[in-house]
């Protein structure tokens, strides 16, 4: 499973590395190409990786005569067809013990201008290089349009706006701002990268609106963790490409878009934590891609439209705490892949649908704090299967059949036998003596890594 995809799913995380994404996107761990044993270094440029080094604290590098045959990780390049070697790429930030990118001076670092002086410069990555000397991003980034595909700045502290001069970046595929304490608005300019194919501006201040650009190669698109406001812009359903579209933990409110239906490309929507409100959109199940659909905390306060049986690649159904009232969904029941349910603190009534007795690679559900009733339909394998991750507390109506086998569990499930002795024999009116767990206030409060172990990589 991706941490990405992890982190969107496991409530009040941090992210703790990032060397999966990296070793997809920055392929720069060999070193320096040393295929040209007779060239050299454009000299020019060997004289900006001097400034460069020495504004991150690593000083030593200008002891190295040629810095593109010097072999340290963290700088690539290429040669030209004279045989003179231009840089591609440069990192900084220390992201495992097993990556050695140069680490940058906890207090004295900062992005020296000579970076403009590498007109061959592809990708710039900074990781955790500014912490203690917080400083904005440098407007003068934008003059690097020409030739700059990739640029990571990501969790360095950066404050003030996204400069504007961003803008010009227009061959760059990937922009990374991930975790600073950067503000203001979310540039419109942006749009004008038509060619990005992955945009994470999450863990950030910024304020206003999502606007209403769209890109047609973008991948992914992460917004989250921010404070921005209005509608999701339908605009952003153009973007066909989408695999992962993460708003959550923002104040967005209205309706979903219903153009949702047409990413069909989606394999993680994360729209948990915000105002949004309305009908259950009835146009997910077109996502027929979706593996993870995430929408807790939201105040929807309307029935769960039962159409999921078109999403057939879903694992991960997220719908706490949403008001939703009306019947348990009963198609996801029937999704042979499904692995977490949470539906837990809504108002949902009637029974548990007996196609849930049936899902056998589910590792986590979660259907407490509703208004349920009736035998559940759970035999003692599959309860002995998930343990602690089925929770069915706080709904007084359920009761278990005494010869389910489901009386002799060493944990509580929060729900009693059923009453034999009631006059009815309908599921729905069985008689239960309220039994409320005193464990579940001691339960996990999130999705637990083991259960999300078979999601692939996003």
């Not at 540039?187 to 992955?198: A, K, Q």
């Not at 009637?350 to 049936?358: D, N």
């Not at 704090?369 to 299967?385: A, H, I, K, T, Y």
């Amino acid at each position: 499973m991706s941490w990405k995809l992890m982190n969107a799913v496991v409530d009040d995380s941090e992210y703790t590395e990032w060397n999966g994404m990296a070793a997809k996107v920055f392929e720069v761990l060999d070193g320096p190409q040393t295929a040209f044993p007779m060239g050299r270094t454009s000299r020019a440029e060997q004289e900006a990786v001097y400034d460069i080094m020495r504004a991150t604290g690593n000083g030593w590098a200008t002891d190295i005569p040629d810095v593109c045959r010097g072999r340290w990780h963290g700088i690539e390049c290429m040669p030209d067809k004279d045989n003179v070697f231009h840089v591609v790429s440069l990192s900084f930030g220390e992201l495992s013990e097993d990556t050695a990118f140069p680490t940058c001076h906890p207090t004295r670092s900062f992005l020296s201008p000579s970076i403009t002086k590498l007109p061959h410069l592809k990708t710039l990555f900074f990781y955790r290089c500014f912490t203690y000397n917080p400083q904005p991003i440098p407007p003068f980034l934008g003059l690097l349009g020409p030739s700059l595909q990739t640029l990571v700045l990501r969790e360095n502290s950066h404050f003030g706006p996204i400069p504007l001069q961003f803008a010009n970046l227009t061959r760059l595929r990937v922009l990374d701002l991930h975790k600073n304490n950067l503000n203001g608005s979310i540039p419109f300019s942006l749009g004008r990268i038509t060619g990005l194919r992955s945009l994470d501006l999450s863990s950030n201040k910024l304020t206003g609106s999502i606007p209403a650009f769209s890109f047609p190669s973008l991948n992914v698109l992460d917004f989250s963790q921010n404070l921005l406001t209005g509608p999701i812009p339908s605009a952003l359903c153009d973007s066909r490409s989408l695999v992962k579209l993460d708003l959550s933990r923002n104040h967005l409110v209205g309706p979903l878009p219903g153009k949702l239906t047409g990413l069909k490309e989606l394999v993680l929507l994360d729209l948990s934590y915000n105002r949004i409100q309305g009908p259950f959109p009835g146009s997910l199940r077109g996502l027929v891609s979706l593996q993870a659909l995430i929408l807790k905390g939201n105040p929807m306060g309307s029935t769960v439209v039962d159409g999921f049986d078109g999403m057939k690649a879903l694992m991960i159904v997220i719908l706490s705490n949403m008001n939703l009232h009306g019947p348990v969904p009963e198609s996801l029941g029937r999704i042979a892949n499904i692995r977490v349910v949470h539906l837990d603190g809504n108002h949902l009534n009637g029974s548990i649908p007996k196609s849930y007795g049936r899902m056998r690679r589910v590792s986590e559900l979660r259907l407490n704090d509703n208004g349920l009733s009736g035998v559940v339909p759970f035999d003692r394998e599959m309860v002995w299967r998930m343990k602690r991750k089925l929770r069915l507390n706080n709904n007084s109506g359920l009761c278990y059949d005494a010869s389910s086998g489901l009386g002799d569990s060493t944990f509580d499930l929060g729900i009693s036998l059923c009453d034999t002795t009631s006059s009815s024999s309908s599921p729905g009116s069985v008689r239960t003596v309220q039994h409320v767990s005193a464990m579940h206030k001691s339960l996990p409060t999130h999705v637990t890594s083991d259960a999300l172990t078979s999601v692939p990589n996003l």
